[in-house]
């Protein structure tokens, strides 16, 4: 990476200027590769002799190697203008060429701009003796994302594909595996925000708050399309619209504040909701759309037994990661002691069928709607304790792993929790039965801390002795392990509990710190 910075800075009278300029290059740039060798007569070598092994097959998934190389270029310029500490104005104006992007639109151009007022600089508000700090603030701008693929995405890409004979000898075939998009573009935010910043009693109370509203356009999704034209079945296209708005609140409360003592109270409300708009398009003559139920992840592995598994999906109209299953009402005895899940018909078929489209509803979100963050310090003469709580709520999650292991048909082949012969559950259909609220307040650490009075101590300048336990408590009615599993990121495991959570682990700890 390499970059050139000018800035300049000028003040006249009440007027203050700042202008700052940027070039910046940056390239990068990864290579590996793996060989997978069988039939070694010993283990003595480990991976220091692979020709000591007798089976080296061709495969792709265990003999490959790989390059990936691209370059990022950007120009920015800045102008901030501040007139008498009051009133301030800020315009940026950038654009960035990546290489990943296709050939047509590797530039993207990305302006924005904020305005501020400081209310409290204003005499009349200097009169009033009550605010330390009060701005307003609004600010609109456009951003760019191409870290949503990877190099080479726009062109057209073949890959070895297998083994054939050519006069005698072994050939290695190849054949597309990727089409050229000249036309992938940055994916592009245009994002509104208005806020305000308030402080009073010598800050011992400050407030801050936002809100904020976005839409993304030319968003990534890799589309089915027909052979011929194209020369491969998928084809990444910007084509999708999502949109997201939220208020972010945090407050700070110092109710005490002297010599001896000091209590500090802050914490902060973030609610957030957003809506998948649209996946379709016009591409190269070609209507374009994403199907209406993209699943995402379900529920796989151990116990799991053919039929429709998916439980996390994107729809258009639907917030991203939504729970979309069968509905449940309780479990059915079959006269013999034996229970399955009694599933609802949802549509006029009178046959009940799990598949997309039929007997399922969207059941909720698994991103929270509203997260929370909570930090409380007290100092009392030497000694101090700190906290941090967070929280998420408004969400669900799917917890695959009690489905998979109450279903005693798969006994003694796995493992079953320790209820599940109470149950006596019979099958391990996807159903809402298992799909729990995800709320939480999660005690993230409590720090306990004395600093020894030096006085009388000449050979240290500081001494703290300290011990804190992190983890210390979930409030949840979650059944599960825990929560706070992928609640945030889109993919596979969002808002699902399969099997593979490892438990979080409570830790404590002790320490002295000297300083000489």
């Not at 000028?10 to 940027?22: A, M, Y």
């Not at 598994?309 to 079959?334: A, M, R, S």
């Not at 969400?395 to 796995?414: C, E, Q, V, W």
């Not at 002795?465 to 609640?487: D, E, H, K, Q, R």
Request: net charge positive; aromatic share 12%.
């Amino acid at each position: 990476m390499g970059n050139i910075t000018l800035n300049y800075k000028k003040t006249i009278n009440k007027h203050r200027f700042d202008i700052l300029g940027l070039a910046e290059v940056q390239q990068y740039k990864s290579s590996g590769f793996k060989t997978t060798v069988r039939g070694f007569g010993t283990d003595y070598f480990g991976a220091e002799n692979l020709s000591a092994g007798a089976t080296l097959k061709w495969n792709k998934d265990e003999i490959y190697s790989y390059l990936n190389n691209y370059r990022l270029t950007s120009f920015m310029g800045r102008f901030n203008y501040v007139f008498d500490k009051r009133y301030i104005a800020t315009v940026n104006v950038r654009t960035d060429g990546s290489s990943k992007l296709g050939v047509n639109n590797q530039w993207g151009f990305f302006p924005s701009g904020s305005l501020a007022w400081a209310a409290n600089e204003e005499s009349f508000i200097k009169n009033l003796k009550l605010f330390n700090d009060l701005k307003v603030r609004v600010g609109y701008g456009v951003t760019g994302n191409q870290d949503a693929i990877d190099p080479y995405n726009s062109l057209a890409l073949m890959s070895p594909s297998g083994v054939t004979t050519v006069n005698g000898a072994s050939t290695v075939t190849y054949s597309f595996n990727r089409n050229a998009n000249p036309d992938l573009k940055w994916e592009t935010k245009k994002m509104f925000d208005a806020g305000i910043d308030a402080a009073i009693l010598d800050n011992r109370i400050k407030l801050t708050v936002d809100f904020y509203a976005s839409k993304t356009t030319n968003l990534l999704y890799k589309y089915d399309v027909p052979v011929p034209p194209f020369v491969y079945p998928t084809l990444l296209a910007n084509l999708g619209e999502l949109e997201n708005n939220g208020l972010e609140v945090s407050a700070t409360f110092v109710p005490v504040k002297n010599k001896d003592m000091e209590l500090t109270l802050s914490g902060n409300l973030a609610f957030q909701k957003n809506k998948l708009l649209s996946l379709s398009g016009k591409y190269m003559g070609q209507d374009l759309s994403a199907k209406q139920y993209m699943g995402l992840g379900g529920v796989s592995g151990a116990g799991s037994i053919g039929g429709n598994t998916n439980v996390i999906y994107e729809i258009v109209g639907q917030p991203l990661g939504v729970f979309y299953l069968p509905k449940c009402n309780g479990l059915i005895n079959d006269g013999t002691g034996k229970y399955y899940y009694n599933i609802l018909n949802l549509d006029s078929n009178p046959t009940v069928q799990t598949d997309d489209g039929k007997d399922r509803y969207v059941a909720g979100q698994a991103m929270p709607k509203v997260l929370m963050g909570s930090n409380i310090s007290f100092r009392y003469k030497q000694f101090d304790i700190q906290t941090q709580l967070n929280g998420a709520f408004g969400h669900k999650i799917f917890n695959g792993t009690s489905l998979t292991y109450n279903n005693m048909n798969t006994f003694p082949t796995y493992n079953v929790l320790s209820g599940a012969a109470a149950k006596n559950i019979r099958e391990s259909v996807v159903t809402d039965y298992w799909l729990e609220k995800g709320d939480y307040v999660n005690v993230a650490y409590i720090n306990v801390g004395y600093n020894v009075n030096m006085k009388n101590i000449k050979w240290a300048n500081s001494i703290r002795i300290s011990a804190s336990v992190n983890n210390v408590y979930t409030f949840t009615g979650y059944s599960g392990l825990s929560p706070m599993i992928n609640s945030t990121t889109v993919g596979s495991n969002l808002g699902v509990d399969d099997k593979n959570f490892y438990p979080l682990s409570r830790t404590y700890s002790m320490g002295v710190s000297v300083n000489f």
